[in-house]
């Protein structure tokens, strides 16, 4: 379950990323914005790998967004997360009003061989600062990386998360 929340949580505040901040840091978050909808409405498969900011063991979690559902992988074994890709953007609706973001292109670089606009994104909630960095397809407006540091409060602490997303040959893995 871990897994699935910090992807969650990642995907979550990306896709929200300062949508209430002020008209120019919105302009300037608008393709982070698009591509993020896009990673959550076009088939994709995450790869994510966890480390707390104390130490600890790296913690890998997947998961697959197609046909409008949401899967992961937990302990090895694939289950339907029961949260469809609507009710992912309907929550972060409701999360926008509170979140202050904002975000500034780096540089182009390429990823895998594939040209990308990497973003500076830095957004704060009541329940959570980010840090990221997330690299856009040039081509086809999605994410193809992103590096993450996250801090969730007392209880699940400090968190950096490193992320790629594939785009071909997805299908449910049930």
């Not at 600890?56 to 697959?64: F, H, K, L």
């Not at 061989?113 to 999605?142: C, M, N, P």
Request: charge should be neutral; glycine fraction near 6%.
């Amino acid at each position: 379950m871990f897994g699935n929340y910090v992807f969650t949580v990642s995907v979550l505040s990306l896709l929200v990323m300062g949508q209430a901040a002020p008209a120019r840091a919105a302009d300037s978050c608008q393709p982070v914005f698009d591509a993020l909808q896009k990673l959550v409405t076009t088939p994709s498969h995450s790869y994510t790998t966890s480390t707390a900011a104390k130490g600890g063991s790296p913690r890998t979690a997947e998961t697959i967004m197609v046909r409008g559902q949401k899967y992961i992988r937990v302990n090895g074994k694939w289950m339907d997360a029961r949260v469809t890709t609507q009710e992912v953007m309907e929550q972060e609706k409701e999360k926008e009003k509170s979140g202050k973001s904002s975000c500034q292109l780096v540089r182009s670089e390429s990823v895998k061989g594939e040209s990308a606009s990497l973003y500076h994104l830095q957004r704060e909630t009541e329940d959570f600062k980010e840090d990221s960095q997330i690299w856009i397809s040039t081509a086809r407006g999605v994410p193809l990386r992103e590096e993450q540091d996250i801090e969730m409060g007392a209880s699940i602490g400090k968190r950096h998360n490193s992320a790629h997303f594939e785009y071909t040959n997805i299908h449910p893995p049930m």
